[in-house]
């Protein structure tokens, strides 16, 4: 099991993302020279992480991000939903064969990771094309839309469990793979 205090929120990922992108950009002009800023307490902190399809990565590794991306796309978990469609079985191998060459792309074009925020998605194909590109995939939990929540989700009253859920979906591929809460 992984520890929580290694594990940050992805407000606090998106906002240190974003704020070490910035650093390159302003400092990147001719003349001006920067020394990475030593802040107290860092020099015997633990490096913090984030979990991705293939593994856990520091942050202060996953290069070049993109933040808001969708590997596959489907209308979401809810058979019952008039507007659910899954990816076809005869169409799952050339789902995962085409975003596997548009992920080599964007690798070989410096992209180093990516941030994907479909929940509930086939984490099967998922692990699949993980295993098939460099270009590391930081897996996403929770929902866009109550109408989205998975039932047996939907059906945990306690916001605790739900958060520890979430947190198991995102470092536990059975887990997400299984969609199915503790009993």
């Known amino acids: 099991m992984v520890k929580s205090s290694n594990i940050m929120s992805r407000r606090v990922f998106s906002t240190r993302c974003l704020a070490g992108s910035a650093i390159p950009v302003l400092f990147s002009r001719p003349g001006i020279a920067v ?105 996403s939990t929770g929902f866009y839309r109550r109408a989205k929540i998975p039932k047996q989700w939907e059906e945990i009253e306690d916001e605790k469990k739900r958060e520890e859920l979430m947190l198991r979906e995102v470092t536990e591929a059975s887990v997400a793979q299984a969609f199915e809460p503790e009993s």
């Open 35 to 139: 020394l990475p800023p030593v802040l107290p307490g860092t020099q015997t902190a633990k490096p913090r992480m984030v979990s991705t399809m293939t593994g856990f990565v520091r942050c202060d590794s996953l290069g070049r991000t993109l933040i808001h991306e969708h590997v596959l796309w489907f209308g979401g978990p809810r058979l019952e939903d008039s507007g659910y469609k899954s990816i076809p079985d005869n169409k799952r191998q050339e789902s995962v064969d085409f975003a596997v060459s548009l992920l080599n792309d964007a690798a070989r074009v410096g992209i180093n990771t990516l941030v994907d925020l479909t929940p509930h998605r086939p984490i099967d194909l998922y692990q699949q094309i993980a295993k098939r590109t460099p270009l590391r995939i930081v897996p």
